[in-house]
């Protein structure tokens, strides 16, 4: 049973920094693309980044180019999101998924992911 489990959500203020972590269990998690999504209230769930199964290949929306670091450590079965310079409008609740793709060293996606944790609650304050 895959298991996808975020943490380091918070309260920061605007211009400040956080990092979330996912920790993964019950996959082959070097032959997972692994992403980030958030869902504002009341909105649809939407993507952040995504990075390929070794991490040569990352890919971000154009909203947080720039501010945004995803990474992985197939060691030990996590991907993080490193967020930067944060911002009144990415208070979300941020998820990270998982989509099995073991073909390619860069190819990321944005969409059609199987697995997802239960959310880590991001608050950005003015």
């Known amino acids: 049973q895959v298991q996808l489990v975020e943490s380091g959500g918070g309260l920061v203020q605007a211009g400040g920094s956080l990092r979330l972590s996912c920790a993964a269990s019950g996959l082959t998690f070097s032959r997972d693309v692994m992403g980030w999504f958030l869902q504002a209230p009341g909105k649809e769930r939407e993507f952040v980044a995504s990075i390929s199964t070794t991490g040569a290949g990352t890919d971000y929306a154009d909203s947080v180019k720039g501010r945004f670091t995803i990474s992985r450590d197939n060691a030990n079965n996590a991907v993080n999101l490193q967020m930067n310079s944060l911002r009144p409008e990415d208070t979300a609740v941020y998820y990270c998924?998982?989509?099995?793709?073991?073909?390619?060293?860069?190819?990321?996606?944005?969409?059609?992911?199987?697995?997802w944790g239960q959310g880590t609650q991001v608050t950005v304050s003015s």
């Open positions: 998924g998982a989509r099995f793709f073991p073909s390619s060293a860069r190819i990321t996606f944005r969409d059609n992911y199987n697995d």
